[in-house]
């Protein structure tokens, strides 16, 4: 029974969760940006969980990189070409926001790891994303719940790799300790993805964040 016990604390109490905490605020540019959406599910300073709607991105092949700036720097170009009209449609689209990296340590560390970079599809290309032999319209999230810890400042391989640690051991004694939990059970790696809602020219209210994935 207990290994079912966090999913189930979290699915009995969501209204009563949402209700105690507002979770952090709308990123600035999300007031002009279409961004993913999401519904809170808890929320405390050190972190917030939330529950994402299946929807379509459009995502990089995967990127083997010794570095989390090098492989964002690439998977940009390839998707901002995309939505500048660099598919099989020549259709143009308006910039969203995050761009979500999934990263995909290949040992315990994120150097030398695989990054997919990822676009939220705006609502108008959503059931009928133009396709492109550069980039891949997909769905996601492959897991249901995210456990999100924010931050500012330029997102670069060291702050991320603090910031997850930062995360993990905020989760653990509360119930959410993910690495233990659902997705060790359904034999599952754990997803670490990071995400952010700025350009590189914005140096001011600059919101970044980092997730780990569970079911």
């Not at 929320?43 to 990089?60: D, G, H, L, M, N």
Request: charged residues 15%; positive net charge; proline residues 7%.
């Amino acid at each position: 029974m207990k290994k079912f016990g966090f999913v189930l604390l979290v699915l009995s109490a969501t209204v009563v969760e949402q209700l105690e905490g507002k979770g952090y605020e709308k990123p600035l540019n999300c007031g002009h940006l279409e961004c993913a959406p999401y519904t809170l599910i808890h929320s405390q300073p050190e972190f917030e969980i939330r529950s994402y709607s299946k929807a379509t991105w459009v995502a990089t092949p995967p990127i083997s990189s010794p570095s989390y700036t090098y492989a964002v720097s690439i998977g940009f170009k390839i998707l901002f070409a995309y939505i500048r009209g660099n598919n099989d449609g020549a259709v143009k689209m308006n910039m969203t926001a995050p761009v979500l990296v999934n990263i995909h340590p290949r040992t315990g560390h994120l150097q030398n790891s695989t990054y997919v970079v990822h676009f939220y599809m705006p609502q108008k290309f959503q059931r009928n994303p133009p396709l492109s032999a550069e980039a891949q319209p997909m769905e996601l999230p492959q897991h249901k719940y995210a456990a999100v810890r924010r931050f500012g400042g330029f997102m670069d391989d060291s702050n991320i790799s603090v910031q997850l640690s930062a995360l993990k051991k905020s989760l653990k004694g509360t119930g959410r300790d993910i690495s233990s939990a659902s997705n060790q059970h359904s034999g599952r790696s754990l997803l670490y993805s990071a995400a952010g809602y700025n350009s590189p020219f914005e140096h001011e209210n600059r919101v970044n964040e980092v997730m780990l994935w569970f079911e």
